[in-house]
């Protein structure tokens, strides 16, 4: 069975495509080429002759086929008004439809909010609390965990940050499943691009709420560098704007105490590939007792959310790693990630 997952991140789409479970291809495309040109990334994986596309799936639905998707829940995945336009997102409905045309079996898998093993009162007027990206994130991590400690799914308990280049997202894993996630949107201090949880007064003093401004007001924007480089990015040359970042990713870790003991933390995504990121942060977690570790992959140069999807997709289509979507329930997702607001109907 080869399954090629897409992984949607804000600066490139990674691409993995599983054989069984074997990585056959990997590849990077920087997100600003899927806007301009969305028929050469169709063309690629069209050329990979994939069983099944587990397809860049945003806020989430719940195991739903391209052909199967309707006008809203097309909507859900990015949540952009009409009127507005973000050009990533504009060409991800481009490559949709060319890839549909090409008859590839495609499918949309659900982000956190939509399984059952997150209680309902944790989802209370929340969105995002792990898009589809950072669940699929969480879901290679028990499987990985589960391997390296020779443990079943029931006995991995951690936790995972996701550290992007756009995001952050923290989730709580108890006995193999998903049962807490803190996304970028509702993060306790700034990702690198995004502000994370934003105080409601500052929202209604900004009037017209425009999808861009969640593309800003985060790490790199709080050192006056808008084209800050990663590498430039340490408490030596930007003490306010790295520290806001590092603690909000302490807070967010900090704070599933109230939910689970475990003091093992696995961290992943694009900044923890910056030594001068990735240790500070280690560094400060070991200081309040934690076990820090990177997420442990099936290859090393793909991300892990691209391992993730192609993974679940995997499990999803009856592969080797149905065990592990049944496990943690990704396979029984149900509903609309705008099932908790308590104002839906003004949406």
Known sequence: MRILGIDPGTVSFDLCLLED????????????????NPEAMAEKCQSLKPDALIAPSGYGLPNRKLSEVNEREMFELTLVREGEEVPVLEGMKKFFTIIEQAGLETLFIPSVILLSSVPRWRKFNKIDMGTADKMCVAAL????????KGLPYSEINHIVAELGGGYNCVMTIEKGKIINGIGGTLFPGPSFMNAGGMDGEVAYLLGNFAKSLLFEGGACCLTGSGNLSLKNFTS???????????????????????????????LSGRLTGYENIYAPIKARL?????????????????????????????????????????HMGIDRAEGSVTDYVYWKERM
């Not at 074997?22 to 080429?33: A, I, N, Q, R, Y």
């Not at 997420?295 to 999803?316: C, D, E, I, W």
Request: charged share 20%; net charge negative; glycine share 8%.
């Open 286 to 326: 070991e200081e309040l007792g934690y076990a820090v570790s990177p997420v442990p992959l099936l290859s090393n140069k793909s991300k892990a959310a691209a391992q993730g999807y192609a993974m679940v997709g995997n499990g999803l289509y009856g592969g080797c790693f149905e065990p592990l979507v049944k």
């Open 236 to 266: 030596e040359l930007y003490p306010e704007g790295f520290n806001a970042f590092v603690e909000g990713v302490l807070f967010a870790i900090a704070s599933q105490k109230a939910l689970s003991q475990s003091q093992e933390v696995y």
């Open 141 to 148: 991590s028990v499987e990985m965990v589960s391997r390296k």
């Open 21 to 36: 479970e074997e990585v056959k291809f990997e590849d990077s495309l920087p997100s600003t080429m899927v806007a301009e």
